[in-house]
Structures are given as C-alpha cells and as structure tokens.
C-alpha cells in the first residue's frame, strides 16, 4: 500500500523538511506541501490524498477551516491534526470538523509516520499513541542537548530551523549578525550538514525544535 499525502504546516522550513522525510518512506508516494488553507484545497482537488496533515498553527482562517475545506472536498481522505494539545474540548472541535485523530507537535518521526499508516487503514489516531496526549496532557518536550552543541549553539540552531533569518536571530540574543553567521557555519560543520533543510531534519529528529 503507498500513501498519497498532503501536508499543511505554517512554518516554510519545517514544511520542506518534512516533505524531504516523509517522501523517503517507502509506504509514501507523493507529498504535496502546502502552507495556507487555500494551497491545502489546492492540493487535495489536485492529488486526491489519502492522508492530509494539518498543522494548528496554519494561518487564517486556520486548520479548523481546512479541516472542513478538505473533507467537503475529499470524504474519502483522512484528516490528522498536528499541534499543541489544548484541552479534551479542543480535540473533539477538531474530531468533530473532521478529523480523523490528533498527534502531538512533539511526537517523533517514526510516531507521525505511523499515525499517518493508521489513518489511511482507517484506524484511529489518538496523540501519537501517547494515550495521554488526548487527554490534554502533552508529552514534554526533550531537554536532550547533543553533546557537541554550546548552549549559544543550540539557541541559534533552533532559532535557524524555526526559519529565523540572522539579523532576527542577532536580536533576540542580542548578539551581532556576524556571530550569528559564524555560530551557523560551526554548527553545520560539527553535525556534518550542509543546508539549512538538513539542520531542520536534523533538529526535530533530536527534539531541539517541534514539528
């Protein structure tokens, strides 16, 4: 069985990082990225998914519409949120636009592939398979640091995947532009990456930053 998907995430580099990932899966044929309710639309008429990711953090009119936009549109395809856990009543507004389950922005790769497996063999999709999750309890997230990363390293790391450019970033810490370029180039150099796609890839696999 291969897997059609669509994936709607509000923040550009996490959304290409994703997309790279996810379109290495062997059970995944194509991944349609979108960033907006209307690409989201755009994308299902277009592809006819079997699964659709839908971030809360997407901008107006927010998920809750694209929810609705994509099940009016496809019935057949699955809905997964991705996002925050709120309260038990925020995840049955979404249950109830349509949504097929919840996972929680701090799940793991290897989890949001398998909630995305679930949902398109029709299975219910409950936080990750973090029961908790559903119950308005979100896993933490990791305070794991690699070992090779300063603390003023992990800060612009997960400020640069977050899709930071650096005179935001010099800021914010209140560094210089300049440091925040040469923080960047040692990053890169000691986790052995060479794009800013790869430091994405690279951060949500270690829980430095969340889906």
Do not use: W
Request: with cysteine; glycine share 8%.
């Amino acid at each position: 069985m291969t897997i059609r998907l669509v994936l709607a995430h509000g923040q550009a580099a996490i959304r290409e990082a994703l997309c790279r990932t996810l379109s290495g899966e062997p059970e995944i044929e194509a991944v349609a990225p979108s960033g907006n309710v209307a690409e989201t639309v755009a994308a299902t008429e277009r592809l006819h998914p079997d699964v659709v990711i839908v971030d809360l953090g997407l901008p107006e009119p927010g998920a809750d519409e694209a929810i609705r936009r994509v099940r009016a549109l496809a019935p057949a395809s699955r809905v997964v949120a991705l996002g925050h856990v709120r309260d038990d009543g925020y995840v049955r507004s979404l249950l109830r636009a349509g949504a097929t389950g919840f996972v929680s922005t701090n799940c793991s790769l290897p989890a949001l592939v398998g909630s995305i497996l679930e949902a398109a063999g029709a299975q219910p999709v409950a936080g990750n398979g973090d029961a908790r999750a559903i119950d308005g309890s979100p896993r933490a997230p990791s305070d794991h640091a690699p070992p090779r990363l300063g603390r003023r390293e992990m800060q612009v790391l997960k400020l640069v995947t977050e899709g930071h450019r650096s005179a935001a970033i010099a800021s914010q810490l209140a560094i210089a532009p300049a440091t925040v370029d040469t923080h960047r180039r040692n990053i890169m150099r000691k986790l052995g990456v060479h794009s800013v796609a790869e430091l994405t890839k690279y951060a949500i696999r270690s829980g430095i930053t969340s889906l």
